[in-house]
């Protein structure tokens, strides 16, 4: 089976996590077969904190892989940043679509 999770990674003290999709088999920071994005628990300032390709996450689920407890959270999380995202892309988009009709 497989498993969408996390891989520990960064030093004492300093985690830093990589969310892969992985052969549940496989021990936890082991062998994978994609990584779909990362987490940075303690990202301060302007560091990026999450980010999930969710595309690829969408796929996996479909195929069957099971998200762990944690995932599902920073899954659910993404899908919230990322709806915040298209709004600001749509406004940018509209003088585009205004200059192209004036033409």
């Given at each position: 089976?497989?498993?969408?999770?996390?891989?520990?990674?960064?030093?004492?003290?300093?985690p830093?996590?990589?969310?892969?999709?992985?052969?549940?088999?496989?021990?936890?920071?082991?062998?994978?077969?994609?990584?779909?994005?990362?987490?940075?628990?303690?990202?301060?300032?302007?560091?990026?904190?999450?980010?999930?390709?969710?595309?690829?996450?969408?796929?996996?689920?479909?195929?069957?892989?099971?998200?762990?407890?944690?995932?599902?959270?920073?899954?659910?999380?993404?899908?919230?940043?990322?709806?915040?995202?298209?709004?600001?892309?749509?406004?940018?988009?509209e003088?585009?679509?205004?200059?192209?009709?004036?033409?």
């Amino acid at each position: 089976m497989v498993t969408i999770r996390l891989a520990r990674h960064g030093s004492k003290k300093n985690p830093f996590y990589h969310i892969t999709v992985a052969d549940r088999a496989n021990s936890r920071d082991g062998r994978f077969v994609e990584r779909v994005g990362f987490y940075n628990p303690v990202a301060k300032g302007r560091a990026e904190g999450l980010r999930v390709d969710l595309e690829r996450v969408d796929y996996w689920l479909s195929v069957g892989a099971q998200p762990s407890d944690v995932v599902k959270k920073l899954i659910k999380q993404a899908r919230e940043q990322g709806a915040n995202e298209p709004v600001a892309a749509e406004a940018a988009s509209e003088p585009e679509a205004a200059a192209a009709s004036a033409e």
